[in-house]
């Protein structure tokens, strides 16, 4: 089979926007946009894009620096229990500086949380200027647990599509980089996944007793995340569907997306606002 070569994985993976999509369409065993042959090329390529992702991450984060109206990057995960939210995390996002990494898990809403709009803790955890954002869900949930579990009526969360999508559009209008993944894993594989945090019990932690009750509700799950695909990717942000059977694509993939987001903003070192010369003369006679 002829290799792939130079596909940007970003157009690969993009739900075009005003598309009709059902989950079920996208293969969670696919590898697409992957130039290599398998399992050991990924690990080795993901490696190779270390650097220069640490590069333009720095570069950015070098931007940042005393600039408030600074350019910002945020990597949105979502994706059913075992999908690798914390795995992208840890393989991905890991291999740049964490200094210039915001990261932010959004569980459900606390006592204070539910206060407020939902939309309120989402912005309050914006990424800075020059940072890169991480968010492990989002402001999504209140379109899709809160859908499937009724937690707000229907007249209240169907508005809220249009809403995400104003959100959003001034977000990307004030200089945020928008990177929303969907990790698509397959019916089975997550119950692959669920078995193996039993037998290990070093995986037992991360198993949750209530994560059996989301399973069985897979097909409302897969409804609502349609929604989410069909109606808020945009052209301003769209969602990218990556296929998360196999961990190493999954993280080659992401890596992948990051990168091909940081080339396009060319980030660039910010000019000294000082004399290096005379700074030069001063540190030499110091
Ligand atoms: P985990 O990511 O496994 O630590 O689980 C976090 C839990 O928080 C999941 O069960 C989510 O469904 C839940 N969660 C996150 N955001 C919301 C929300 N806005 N409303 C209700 N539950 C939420
Ligand atoms: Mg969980």
């Given at each position: ?64 620096r ?44 606390t ?49 809220r ?28 594989e997550q ?38 695909l ?16 196999r ?37 030499e006679?110091?």
């Open positions: 089979m002829a290799k792939q070569k130079n596909v940007l994985v970003s157009d690969a993976l993009r739900v075009e926007p005003r598309t009709t999509v059902r989950v079920e369409d996208f293969d969670a065993e696919g590898t697409p946009g992957y130039p290599g042959e398998g399992k050991d090329d990924a690990i080795e390529q993901t490696q190779t894009m270390a650097e220069e992702l640490s590069d333009l991450q720095e570069r950015l984060y070098a931007e940042g005393d600039n408030p109206g600074a350019r910002r990057v945020l990597l949105l995960l979502q994706g059913l229990d075992t999908s690798g939210k914390g795995g992208v995390i840890r393989h991905s996002v890991g291999l740049v500086d964490p200094q210039g990494i915001q990261l932010k898990a959004f569980k459900a809403p006592a204070e949380e539910r206060k407020h709009h939902y939309l309120w803790r989402i912005k309050n955890a914006l990424p800075g200027p020059g940072m890169i954002g991480i968010f492990d869900r989002s402001h999504y949930e209140d379109v899709l647990v809160v859908r499937v579990e009724n937690l707000v009526p229907q007249s209240e969360w169907s508005k599509f249009d809403e995400i999508n104003k959100f959003e559009a001034e977000l990307t209008e004030q200089g945020t980089t928008l990177i929303k993944c969907f990790l698509n894993v397959s019916h089975d119950k692959q996944r669920l078995l193996e945090r039993l037998d290990n019990p070093e995986k037992h932690w991360k198993y949750n007793p209530g994560d059996v009750d989301t399973r069985l509700k897979w097909p409302a799950y897969l409804e609502a995340y349609a929604d989410v069909t109606r808020c990717s945009t052209e301003h942000a769209p969602w990218f569907v990556v296929p998360a059977n961990k190493w694509y999954r993280n080659w993939a992401v890596t992948r997306l990051l990168l091909e987001h940081l080339r396009a903003l060319d980030p660039h070192w910010p000019a000294a606002d000082f004399d290096v010369a005379v700074e030069r003369k001063r540190v006679e110091s």
